[in-house]
């Protein structure tokens, strides 16, 4: 079952930029939670990079994205987005827009999240 929808992504040079947008298709899905972006590199774990709170009026960052990419959403509504500039090889992977169930804080868990999206691609080439 489609929880959250993500579009965008693709392929970019190193240096470009991207945008991913992520929507509830579940309407019985809480506006008010935090919603976050994880990625998860081939080979690798899924790490989370970016958070925001239910407001919207706090927002988190792994290091590795400070400073280059940056999260909103729409007030009140299941709709986030990543703005990603000055990608990276690095950045390369596939990114999940992610939800909690209940209105708790942002952490860097997948776990502690309910909601995921099916995933979209991101490509850097050098």
């Known amino acids: 079952q489609v929880q959250l929808v993500e579009r965008g992504g693709g392929a970019v040079q190193a240096g470009g930029s991207l945008r991913l947008s992520c929507a509830a298709a579940n309407k019985n899905i809480l506006a008010s939670t935090c919603m976050a972006w994880f990625r998860q590199a081939p080979g690798k774990g899924r790490e989370g990079i970016a958070s925001i709170s239910g407001g919207g009026d706090r927002t988190t960052y792994a290091d590795s994205v400070k400073g280059r990419f940056t999260i909103t959403r729409e007030t009140g509504k299941n709709v986030m987005y990543l703005e990603m500039n000055n990608l990276k090889p690095e950045d390369t992977g596939t990114y999940y827009c992610?939800?909690?169930?209940?209105?708790?804080?942002?952490?860097?868990?997948?776990?502690?999240?309910?909601?995921w999206g099916q995933g979209a691609q991101v490509t850097v080439s050098s």
């Open positions: 992610t939800q909690r169930l209940s209105a708790q804080g942002c952490t860097w868990y997948p776990t502690d999240y309910r909601f």
